[in-house]
């Protein structure tokens, strides 16, 4: 009698065709999803819109705390008379530009030779815009690490 060849190999599945597989109905589902709609119109000429207007780009005012409690509007230094001069000036205009108030984050080695507290700053800072007739105020950060 023959003997009977057995291996001792375990029976596995495989990964790589199972993620063929997959990645082929996937496509299948999106392809079958893009041609089942289908939008049956009656093919007329259309007619050019002449009325509307082009979009206008919107002006942009950024104020900047530094790391010592400078104050810089865009980008340029300025002193407390001259920001509020300029936030007179906004707050009296018809087509107000956005305002954007950013801080400059501390690093860890800053954080501790930090000699000015800002936080008195920004609520005065806040304070004479609101003093300007300026209601629209937004702040410019990076999301926190949850």
């Known amino acids: ?5 057995r291996h001792d190999l375990s029976p596995r599945v495989e990964m790589m065709p ?5 990645f082929l109905l996937l496509t299948f589902f999106i392809y079958s999803l893009i041609t089942m709609v289908r939008a049956e119109v009656l093919p007329v000429q259309l007619q050019p819109l002449t009325t509307g207007e082009a979009a206008k780009p919107a002006a942009i005012v950024a104020i900047t705390i530094d790391q010592q409690g400078a104050l810089y509007l ?5 002193t407390d008379q001259t920001l509020d001069e300029r ?3 906004i707050g009296q205009s018809e087509d107000r530009p956005k305002l954007f108030l950013a801080m400059e984050d501390f690093d860890e080695q800053d954080s501790a030779q930090a000699s000015v507290d800002r936080g008195p700053l920004l ?3 806040i304070e004479r815009v609101r003093d300007a007739g300026i ?8 999301k926190s690490p949850q």
């Open 18 to 22: 199972l993620i063929d597989v997959i």
């Open 1 to 5: 009698m023959r003997a009977i060849r």
């Open 74 to 78: 865009n980008r340029l230094p300025v």
């Open 87 to 89: 936030l007179a000036q």
């Open 135 to 142: 209601e629209d105020l937004n702040f410019v950060g990076e």
């Open 123 to 125: 609520l005065r800072l």
